[in-house]
């Protein structure tokens, strides 16, 4: 159960206050009336399922009901920022990339069986060397 | 019967008291100290159960969590009996009543066993399915007579008289497990100052240490056990809590701790002698730092028949000898790869009883331990292993040989050894449990032969767990995990730990050994099983591979391995070993499997706490509930609320059924007055400049021009373009709207309407407020209403002066009120809104006077009804999120011209939302006026087709009319409008097919006259 900091209220609560809303950040377009139908099925209905660094967001449903976004990573769970709607994310998929360029540690997880998958053995060589 | 196995010194328990119990249906004596699986093994009964599949003979095998065979349905009455209890985790008490939870008619004598003797090689992994595959309909009548033959616990029958609880804590470091690692982390990081929980699953603290053959400062172990818990128990800022699981560890730190509260004393609370209290607690803990100190379990070797009753851990006998007094048998043969089990022996020998041999698959054993073996004359066989068990119900006896494990061989004359006990040790695997519920990966240590922790944010794992098994190692690792944990969060000035001296031990290194060869190869040597608890075999393993399951994951599943609630403690590691044998691969590389929460099974009682009945399923009641409950009506769930379905009459001490009192209440609105508590309907209080621009965005239709004073019926839909909810707005002033939302809409509306603002127009300056509990609703309606109304308010009811969607303040029985000329019914109807608090007052009121009118109270079915008759929807029932408000044929609230870019307005124009063929809203008269189709029944064309037929649509509303006098209904069918005058057929699951007419959806008053009288 995740604990999430509420950039409202300004303290840390139990999932249980929140809802969430899926993916943060989706624009809804300017001008509908001269959105193609595929450009408008797109902003209806394409989501993005990326594994690691996703901007999602939440609502403070039972709490202070303010909207707000949270930059978790889908494979550990951690919730790296939260902010108020309207601002940007300080943590992107890129600028973790970064990171791991600088030798930050790789999150692993994801497939649950090691080795069974020529992908996750050479993840599994990484860890242990 | 005596206790046979009980040696007369030593152990603790507490011989000046000794306890009663029943297993089996058969009186015991044990001691208060010893678990169940002690006492049991103490009186010599060595079957406790029949195996899940096979339903062969199992005795105990471990003496802690890890134990698979030793499962028993505990409680002496049917309202407290626990399922699948593990004899070795609970502890004795008198009185206590225990059953095998397998074994049919008894353990001794099993019926199942001559299937799992005649069938055993017949019934590979998969047997059920391959067996019973075809013909496929036959499978629910193979399945319900398999299920018989198997079987796990009971669950009870009766409502548990226990109640249970909750408690939430925060804290900086909490501690799991009270072993050597755990007591000294809990011990530095408290004395750091840092705020301690600290858990251990025991009945008591000190873990490996109670039968510990080692000394600490020179004495007993236990001397420093009780040191370091008086400490800890002594300072604030600690929590200790015996007896507690930690059976779940979830993101961010959070873990569940199961805390048993008197289930070690007797069946339930109260006789324990604590009524009223929890029986068990689960404690929500929110951690800054985990320690993990859980320790290690002990593989057994896996070998021949390693599953007859006799067959034990190595670690498991020195438990029952050292901390039980109990020795478990008359002679031992040891069967190990490394030195730390031969503890075990020297126990054994100490307590007076015989060993055999120890049989060590090293060349060259040679530590501290092995040493101390040769000197008290035991004999140890070296380069070998125990390969087959022999006996029946028990061990009679060992077939030992010299094994070349590289090439999984045979090599040397198999010597049979007479012993009643085998004990064996294949090493010790970390208990990785936790720290894998999070959802990282167990790695594999080669020098350790075990998976350790992966790397779990804010966690740090310590001791046999971390891999540290040597005493003096573990003590210290532990203390330096805790002085971490308190650094880490935010007690830097921890000190470290002063520990006590330990006379140092030399062990030698250890060999991999998990499963011993045989010399029949296969299938054809006698079965070895790999997991106990699920009847699964190294063959079984062997014949997955060989059947192309590669995946550790995809061998689990098709041979059960590591399933239920063992979740593969004893076993795991020894299937992955054979696995990767017979894929000629290492280890990690076939890789672990996930261990799930939770760790050990917990009850339902637990999990739930107090959130039972209303605390789970909260209800809602308006503020004329209690008018409803004495005049008689039944009562609908919607949402929460519990609102009036219909108010049966009693005629001639007759109660009225619902259909009579219906239709009684639908004439009653039609030709005179009727009323409604519509008190539930969401009410949202909009406010603020930007309120009218708001609404315009969110509804379809339009509302620039609606005037204070005025009231507007509304739709809103998805972006999509779905109908979400509807409802009537009404504007109280040129800034302030009243939004009505359907009853189970209204939270999600108001979260709806706030998701736009906040995040597409905070620009607007709008506010919304749920008020819906702050007013009651009344409804009046039916052609007498103005009658009734005129009587009880100051308000002018002219009709040119309060028309239909109107609405005027003034007073209704003296109380000021909101009224609206809103009609949910098609009759002339006044919707009085008081606040709530004086609803109860107005109600009555309105009934005083309208007895002479024949007021009726109508319920939601009689309300059903009559917006059916004139076709009006209900947002849920008549639409399903696939609806349109085209769909629907309201195209007269859809503000296409609108300026601004409502929702839902682009996904309109579609090209599936322009599909010609699309389900539209039309109404279905029945050709036979009795029958009431059903709600959901599909309609077709051709009432001739063969299955699969042409699906047009499906009715989605259906009733009785008293107006009518016949049925009628809604429904949604293909080209609807167009089809007006069509015969449709329903075909239904009776082989009836009924036939219907396709009609207008208003049934009454097409023209709405009579709303507007």
Wanted: charged fraction near 25%; charge should be negative.
């Amino acid at each position: 159960m995740f604990y999430i900091f509420c950039p409202y209220c300004k303290e840390h609560r139990e999932e249980e206050e929140f809802h969430p809303r899926g993916q943060a950040h989706l624009m809804r377009p300017e001008d509908p009336e001269n959105t193609s139908d595929e450009e408008w099925g797109d902003y209806l209905f394409f989501r993005d399922n990326p594994r690691g660094i996703h901007h999602e967001m939440w609502v403070h449903s039972v709490g202070c009901r303010k909207f707000f976004n949270i930059t978790r990573n889908t494979v550990t769970y951690e919730i790296l920022e939260t902010y108020p709607m309207g601002e940007q994310p300080t943590i992107t998929a890129e600028s973790e990339g970064v990171r791991l360029e600088q030798g930050a540690q790789v999150a692993d997880g994801g497939w649950q069986t090691v080795g069974a998958r020529p992908e996750n053995k050479a993840l599994n060589e990484e860890a242990s060397s | 019967m005596t206790q046979s196995n009980r040696i007369s010194t030593g152990g603790r328990i507490d011989r000046s008291h000794g306890l009663e119990f029943n297993f089996n249906g058969q009186s015991y004596q044990g001691y208060a100290g010893d678990t169940l699986a002690s006492a049991l093994l103490a009186n010599g009964v060595d079957i406790v159960n029949r195996s899940f599949k096979y339903s062969r003979a199992r005795g105990i095998v471990a003496a802690g969590a890890e134990e698979p065979n030793a499962l028993v349905q505990l409680g002496a009455r049917k309202d407290t009996q626990v399922p699948n209890v593990r004899s070795t985790q609970q502890a004795l008490y008198d009185g206590l009543v225990a059953r095998s939870t397998n074994g049919w008619p008894n353990v001794q004598r099993d019926v199942m066993s001559w299937v799992g003797k005649l069938g055993g090689n017949f019934m590979p992994p998969g047997f059920y399915y391959k067996t019973f595959m075809s013909p496929a309909s036959m499978w629910m009548t193979y399945e319900k007579y398999i299920r018989m033959g198997a079987g796990l616990g009971r669950a009870p029958t009766e409502s548990d008289p226990d109640i249970y609880d909750h408690m939430h804590h925060h804290c900086d470091v909490l501690v799991i497990g009270a072993g050597p690692a755990g007591l000294a982390a809990a011990l530095s990081a408290a004395r750091g100052g840092a705020r301690v929980i600290l858990c251990d699953e025991q009945e008591e603290m000190g873990g490996s240490l109670l039968d510990s053959r080692e000394t600490l400062d020179g004495t007993s172990p236990v001397a420093w056990i009780e040191k370091t818990i008086s400490e800890l128990a002594s300072m604030a800022t600690v929590t200790l809590l015996p007896r507690t699981t930690a059976n779940g560890y979830h993101d961010h730190n959070f873990v569940t701790l199961h805390e048993r509260r008197t289930e070690h004393l007797a069946d339930t609370a109260s006789d324990a002698g604590f009524p009223g209290q929890a029986r068990a607690r689960l404690h929500r803990v929110r951690a800054t730092r985990v320690v993990l100190a859980s320790g290690t379990h002990e593989r057994p070797v896996v070998y021949a028949n390693n599953d007859l009753p006799g067959n034990m851990v190595a670690g498991a006998v020195s438990t029952y000898i050292r901390r039980y007094a109990v020795v478990p048998g008359n002679s031992l043969v040891l069967t190990t790869s490394n030195d730390h089990a031969y503890r075990a022996a020297l126990d054994w020998q100490e307590a007076g009883r015989k060993v055999v041999a120890i049989v060590d698959a090293r060349a060259n054993p040679d530590g501290d331990l092995v040493r101390q073996a040769r000197d008290s004359g035991i004999r140890v066989i070296t380069g070998s292993a125990v390969i087959e068990a022999k006996g029946t119900q028990r061990v009679s006896g060992a077939r030992v040989s010299a094994v070349d494990l590289d090439h999984f061989v045979v090599t040397g004359r198999i010597e049979d050894l007479e012993c009643d006990t085998i004990a064996s040790s294949g090493g010790y695997s970390p208990v990785v449990h936790l720290s894998s519920h999070t959802g990282t990966r167990p790695k594999w240590h080669e020098d350790m032969l075990g998976f350790l922790p992966g790397d779990v944010k804010d966690m740090i794992s310590t001791g046999g767990v971390a891999g540290h098994y040597a005493l003096g190692e573990t003590l210290a690792d532990g203390a330096r995990a805790g002085r971490q944990a308190a650094i880490d969060s935010g007690f830097e000035n921890a000190e470290e730990l002063k520990l006590p001296d330990i006379k140092e031990r030399r062990d030698g290194p250890s060999c991999a050994l998990y499963q011993a060869p045989h010399e029949k190869q296969g299938l054809r040597a006698p079965k070895q099983f790999v997991d106990m608890q699920n009847d699964v075999t190294a063959s079984a393993i062997e014949l997955a591979t060989r059947e192309g399951f590669e995946s550790i994951e995809h061998v689990k599943r098709y041979t059960a391995l590591g399933f239920g609630t063992d979740q593969g403690k004893l076993g795991n590691i020894n299937g992955m070993a054979i696995a990767a044998r017979c894929l000629g691969r290492s280890i990690p590389e076939v890789g672990t499997t996930v261990f799930r929460p939770n760790y050990t099974p917990i009850t339902f009682g637990a999990i739930v706490g107090r959130h039972c009945d209303e605390f789970f399923d909260p209800k809602r009641y308006t503020a004329l509930h209690q008018w409803h409950v004495e005049n008689g009506a039944e009562f609908e769930d919607v949402g929460l609320w519990k609102r009036p379905w219909y108010f049966p009459r009693n005629a001639n001490g007759k109660k009225e059924n619902m259909h009579d009192a219906v239709a009684r209440e639908c004439l009653a609105v039609r030709e005179g007055v009727g009323i409604l508590d519509a008190s539930t309907l969401g009410k949202i209080d909009i406010q603020g400049p930007d309120a009218r621009e708001f609404l315009g965005r969110v509804y379809t239709n339009k509302w620039a021009k609606l005037e204070p004073g005025r009231v507007r019926y509304g739709l809103m839909c998805k972006d999509d373009g779905m109908l979400m909810d509807d409802g009537t707005t009404s504007c109280l002033g040129d800034n302030h709207f009243l939004m009505t939302t359907t009853t189970g809409g209204a939270a999600a509306v108001l979260e709806w309407l706030e998701l736009w603002h906040q995040t597409e127009w905070p620009e607007l300056q709008v506010y919304f407020n749920s008020v819906t509990d702050h007013w009651a609703t009344m409804t009046v309606t039916g052609p007498d209403a103005r009658k009734l109304m005129s009587e009880v308010t100051d308000i002018d009811l002219d009709r040119e002066k309060f028309k239909f969607m109107d609405w005027k303040e003034g007073n209704v029985a003296g109380i000021p009120a909101r009224v609206f000329r809103i009609s949910f019914t098609g009759e002339l109807a006044y919707e009085i809104n008081v606040q709530a608090n004086y609803a109860m007052h107005v109600w009555k009121t309105l009934f005083e006077h309208g007895e002479k009118y024949n007021l009726t109270p109508y319920g939601t079915e009689t309300m059903h009804v009559l917006r059916a008759e004139k076709g009006l929807i209900i947002v849920g029932q008549d639409t399903d999120g696939s609806v349109t408000p085209e769909d629907l044929g309201m195209h007269w609230a859809i503000g296409y011209d609108k300026p601004f870019h409502w929702i839902g307005k682009r996904a309109l124009s579609r090209p599936d939302t322009m599909r010609g063929d699309r389900k539209q809203l039309v109404g279905l008269k029945p050709k036979d006026a009795s029958i009431v189709l059903e709600e959901g029944a599909q309609i077709v064309l051709d009432p001739n087709e063969s299955i699969p037929m042409t699906m047009m649509g499906h009715v989605t509303s259906s009733y009785y009319s008293p107006s009518l006098k016949g049925s009628f209904a809604l429904a949604v069918l293909k080209n609807g409008r167009e089809r007006m005058g069509e015969t449709v057929y329903l075909p239904m699951s009776d082989g009836k097919t009924h036939e219907a007419e396709v009609v207008s959806t208003i049934f009454i008053d097409p023209k709405g006259e009579r709303q507007n009288v």
